[in-house]
């Protein structure tokens, strides 16, 4: 299938590709399953003034997927959780120009953040 | 008038894909030539009263005769269709109707290709029985799971020759021998192995035969059916009309399709021998290029396989990303995650792959015109790909940090 320029992009130079060591200032999400053919992890950084100062990722999944979470985490550095719970799914899906079957990609995405966040405050609970 | 692209541009991909379908040998373009033009022999082969007709008729006789040589046949046993799919559907609707009275159940193989699937779910909607046979993980079938699963009331076996995903080689004279003692008619789709595997239907014990050109440098558009004489298999038509072909398939023959259909039958024929071991190399070297990385699967059985095909499983990469960083090849996957719901190839679930390693494999196919110079290519490019999206992979990341992965309660969705 023909990808749109910005999906090619994320996907040719993925940005903030990694991952973080455990920490109580680092928030986790993985979502996804193998078997669907996609698995995100997001990982959050998150300061004392509860400010995301840093994130990185890695997914295994189509380029719409790797895009998506990529992009994500352009767009939670420097929000407060709140902030970044915000985003939504179809913010995504637009600025990607993601076509009807790759939403789900998008999804996902929106999935990963909210798993980070609440596991950043489970272990600050 | 323009000029035809050449089949290599520097901008075009490498082509690897020859089990989709292949390129119209040149030489069989010339032939198609003499059929189309007002100055050519453009006649109906039915035309009984004039010389157009006649011209027309002698080149289909001709390529019937050449389609019947390369697998063993007698002409008077080929009847030409549209295709393989159109083939199959005559094959397998065809010879259960005729023979309902007999029984109405039918056995296949769950790694079919859709045209013999579908067929035989419609026959299932009209009352049949079907039993779809699981393969063995190797994509060959057991002998004796196929034995245990005839019955009295079973008219029709349909089982392909060469895989069209994994290229694996049933052994179909094994299944026709057991055919045979029972009176079971069998069919076999071989889109994939004529021109590939040695065919000699004078001595298989196969009754029904499924044949395309375009898998073989002819048109598409063209197939034919095999349609045994001695004992004479009979089938209910699925096309009406004029009565061509012997009352079986309907329509007026597309005389240069045929043309085209022999031409590339009778190359086939020539140069089989050499091309398979020229595939065999290429297809060798290619892998034997990137199974030293980790976690490399082929998948079907190495040796019972055309000399065209390898099909890897990359673990811990999906498949569609793999084929997008592979942009610069024409290759296939057997992830199609194009829907919500991501189904990964249907033969390799029925191999018993894990839903990993099938939305994680692709398919390479080689043919007449790969050169040594692309697989060399092919292989850096892979190796490239591979390793890149491995190092995005949270899954390669818990493999080598020796988690495993079915050990975790994935949220599907």
Same mark, same amino acid.
């Given at each position: 299938?023909?990808?749109?320029?910005?999906?090619?992009?994320?996907?040719?130079?993925?940005?903030?590709?990694?991952?973080?060591?455990?920490?109580?200032?680092?928030?986790?999400?993985?979502?996804?399953?193998?078997?669907?053919?996609?698995?995100? %992890?997001?990982?959050?950084? !998150?300061?004392? $003034?509860?400010? *995301?100062?840093? #994130? =990185?990722?890695?997914?295994?999944?189509?380029?719409?997927?790797?895009?998506?979470?990529?992009?994500?985490?352009?767009?939670?550095?420097?929000?407060?959780?709140?902030?970044?719970?915000?985003?939504?799914?179809?913010?995504?899906?637009?600025?990607?120009?993601?076509?009807?079957? %790759?939403?789900?990609?998008? !999804?996902?995405? $929106?999935?990963? *953040?909210?798993? #980070? =966040?609440?596991?950043?405050?489970?272990?600050?609970? | 008038?323009?000029?035809?692209?050449?089949?290599?541009?520097?901008?075009?991909?490498?082509?690897?894909?020859?089990?989709?379908?292949?390129?119209?040998?040149?030489?069989?373009?010339?032939?198609?030539?003499?059929?189309?033009?007002?100055?050519?022999?453009?006649?109906?082969?039915?035309?009984?009263?004039?010389?157009?007709?006649?011209?027309?008729?002698?080149?289909?006789?001709?390529?019937?005769?050449?389609?019947?040589?390369?697998?063993?046949?007698?002409?008077?046993?080929?009847?030409?269709?549209?295709?393989?799919?159109?083939?199959?559907?005559?094959?397998?609707?065809?010879?259960?109707?005729?023979?309902?009275?007999?029984?109405?159940?039918?056995?296949?193989?769950?790694?079919?290709?859709?045209?013999?699937?579908?067929?035989?779910?419609?026959?299932?909607?009209?009352?049949?029985?079907?039993?779809?046979?699981?393969?063995?993980?190797?994509g060959l079938i057991d002998l004796k799971v196929f034995e245990e699963a005839l019955r009295d009331d079973t008219t029709l076996v349909s089982i392909m020759h060469v895989n069209n995903e994994i290229g694996v080689i049933q052994d179909i004279e094994a299944i026709g021998k057991i055919c045979r003692?029972?009176?079971?008619?069998?069919?076999?789709?071989?889109?994939?192995?004529?021109?590939?595997?040695?065919?000699?239907?004078?001595?298989?014990?196969?009754?029904?035969?499924?044949?395309?050109?375009?898998?073989?440098?002819?048109?598409?558009?063209?197939?034919?059916?095999?349609?045994?004489?001695?004992?004479?298999?009979?089938?209910?038509?699925?096309?009406?009309?004029?009565?061509?072909?012997?009352?079986?398939?309907?329509?007026?023959?597309?005389?240069?399709?045929?043309?085209?259909?022999?031409?590339?039958?009778?190359?086939?024929?020539?140069?089989?021998?050499?091309?398979?071991?020229?595939?065999?190399?290429?297809?060798?070297?290619?892998?034997?290029?990137?199974?030293?990385?980790?976690?490399?699967?082929?998948?079907?059985?190495?040796?019972?396989?055309?000399?065209?095909?390898?099909?890897?499983?990359?673990?811990?990469?999906?498949?569609?990303?793999?084929?997008?960083?592979?942009?610069?090849?024409?290759?296939?996957?057997?992830?199609?995650?194009?829907?919500?719901?991501?189904?990964?190839?249907?033969?390799?679930?029925?191999?018993?792959?894990?839903?990993?390693?099938?939305?994680?494999?692709?398919?390479?196919?080689?043919?007449?015109?790969?050169?040594?110079?692309?697989?060399?290519?092919?292989?850096?490019?892979?190796?490239?790909?591979?390793?890149?999206?491995?190092?995005?992979?949270?899954?390669?990341?818990?493999?080598?940090?020796?988690?495993?992965?079915?050990?975790?309660?994935?949220?599907?969705?």
């Amino acid at each position: 299938m023909a990808y749109g320029e910005k999906v090619l992009d994320h996907y040719e130079n993925p940005r903030n590709v990694g991952s973080f060591e455990s920490a109580d200032n680092v928030g986790t999400g993985m979502v996804g399953a193998p078997a669907c053919g996609d698995v995100m %992890k997001l990982q959050i950084k !998150v300061n004392d $003034e509860g400010v *995301i100062e840093d #994130a =990185v990722f890695k997914t295994y999944g189509c380029g719409s997927a790797i895009a998506s979470s990529s992009l994500l985490t352009e767009w939670v550095k420097g929000k407060t959780l709140d902030e970044a719970q915000a985003i939504k799914n179809t913010q995504i899906a637009e600025e990607l120009a993601l076509p009807p079957v %790759k939403i789900h990609c998008s !999804v996902l995405a $929106e999935d990963a *953040i909210n798993a #980070a =966040v609440a596991d950043y405050k489970q272990k600050n609970a | 008038m323009s000029e035809q692209k050449p089949h290599k541009s520097k901008e075009q991909p490498i082509y690897l894909d020859y089990s989709a379908t292949t390129p119209i040998d040149p030489r069989v373009v010339t032939e198609m030539l003499k059929y189309m033009g007002p100055e050519s022999s453009f006649g109906n082969p039915a035309s009984r009263s004039h010389s157009f007709g006649w011209a027309a008729e002698a080149a289909v006789e001709a390529a019937r005769k050449n389609v019947a040589d390369l697998v063993g046949a007698n002409p008077k046993e080929i009847v030409f269709t549209s295709g393989a799919t159109e083939s199959d559907n005559l094959a397998i609707k065809g010879a259960a109707h005729f023979n309902h009275k007999r029984g109405k159940h039918i056995v296949t193989c769950k790694t079919e290709h859709k045209a013999v699937l579908d067929s035989c779910r419609q026959l299932e909607r009209e009352g049949y029985e079907v039993t779809y046979l699981d393969p063995m993980p190797n994509g060959l079938i057991d002998l004796k799971v196929f034995e245990e699963a005839l019955r009295d009331d079973t008219t029709l076996v349909s089982i392909m020759h060469v895989n069209n995903e994994i290229g694996v080689i049933q052994d179909i004279e094994a299944i026709g021998k057991i055919c045979r003692e029972r009176k079971i008619i069998f069919h076999v789709d071989a889109a994939q192995s004529a021109g590939k595997v040695d065919i000699n239907l004078e001595e298989l014990p196969v009754d029904l035969m499924s044949f395309s050109a375009h898998k073989i440098y002819g048109p598409k558009g063209i197939g034919a059916l095999y349609v045994q004489r001695k004992p004479r298999v009979r089938l209910e038509a699925q096309m009406h009309g004029g009565g061509h072909e012997r009352g079986m398939r309907s329509g007026t023959l597309a005389t240069h399709q045929i043309v085209g259909m022999g031409e590339a039958f009778r190359i086939a024929k020539e140069e089989m021998v050499e091309e398979n071991a020229r595939l065999l190399k290429l297809r060798n070297k290619l892998y034997d290029g990137v199974k030293d990385m980790e976690e490399v699967y082929v998948n079907g059985d190495i040796d019972q396989r055309i000399a065209g095909n390898i099909n890897i499983s990359f673990n811990y990469v999906e498949g569609e990303s793999l084929l997008m960083a592979l942009s610069d090849l024409a290759i296939s996957s057997g992830s199609a995650c194009t829907s919500a719901s991501l189904e990964p190839s249907y033969v390799l679930r029925a191999l018993g792959r894990n839903d990993e390693l099938a939305h994680s494999s692709i398919r390479f196919t080689m043919g007449r015109f790969t050169t040594e110079e692309e697989i060399d290519r092919t292989i850096e490019l892979v190796r490239k790909a591979v390793g890149k999206l491995r190092d995005l992979s949270p899954l390669w990341d818990m493999y080598k940090a020796g988690i495993d992965i079915d050990s975790i309660e994935w949220a599907a969705h």
